[in-house]
């Protein structure tokens, strides 16, 4: 059982932020503040309000109780293990993911390729799907959202070596979602359920 949620970019502009501040709780509402930028604030705001309502319609919490980091930065809620989340935003969109099973979601901004950034994070396998794909700026962001949704699930972070994340994931399945009209690509990680043989 997993619930994924999302607002656009449009929903986020049209958010009225100072009441959906004060919806929350003190603790996320300083940590959404420490952003310098309007926007980031805003994305940071809309994927909290995500997470709030997923944890209300999922598990019956009326509202966000305080969030626990564990030492690599991953949020948890403390005394709820049956409870796994994750948040991720970009320019376009906010989105939340909880579920009953370890989870991770992210969602990035389709950039301009640029080699020598692929050069450093993907290995030999992945640079040549992206040399064969149309539009090597989509897959070079599938790839990358792959590694960060697996690492978000994990709770291990970013590596310094982006470059053999997936050869730790064979476990593991990806929903990935392109949409380069909007210029966002939006994956899904979560550990694949035992076959009966």
Not at 139 to 153: D, G, I, N, P, V
Request: hydrophobic share 40%; glycine share 4%; with cysteine.
């Amino acid at each position: 059982m997993f619930r994924c949620l999302t607002y656009s970019r449009e929903d986020i502009e049209r958010l009225d932020f100072d009441a959906a501040l004060g919806a929350i709780s003190p603790q996320r509402r300083a940590y959404i503040l420490r952003y310098r930028h309007d926007m980031d604030r805003r994305l940071c705001l809309a994927a909290t309000l995500l997470l709030q309502q997923a944890l209300h319609e999922e598990f019956g919490i009326p509202s966000l109780p305080p969030l626990v980091y564990a030492p690599q930065g991953k949020p948890y809620i403390e005394g709820r293990p049956d409870i796994h989340f994750s948040l991720s935003h970009c320019r376009e969109l906010a989105a939340c993911v909880v579920s009953s099973q370890p989870v991770g979601i992210d969602v990035e901004s389709i950039g301009a390729y640029d080699e020598d950034v692929a050069m450093a994070t993907m290995n030999v396998d992945e640079l040549q799907r992206i040399a064969r794909s149309a539009w090597p700026d989509v897959a070079f962001t599938r790839l990358w959202t792959m590694k960060e949704s697996f690492l978000k699930l994990t709770g291990e972070g970013l590596r310094n070596d982006m470059k053999d994340v997936l050869a730790d994931a064979a476990d593991y399945s990806f929903a990935c979602q392109e949409h380069p009209d909007e210029g966002y690509v939006l994956t899904l990680c979560q550990k694949r359920l035992a076959t009966k043989e």
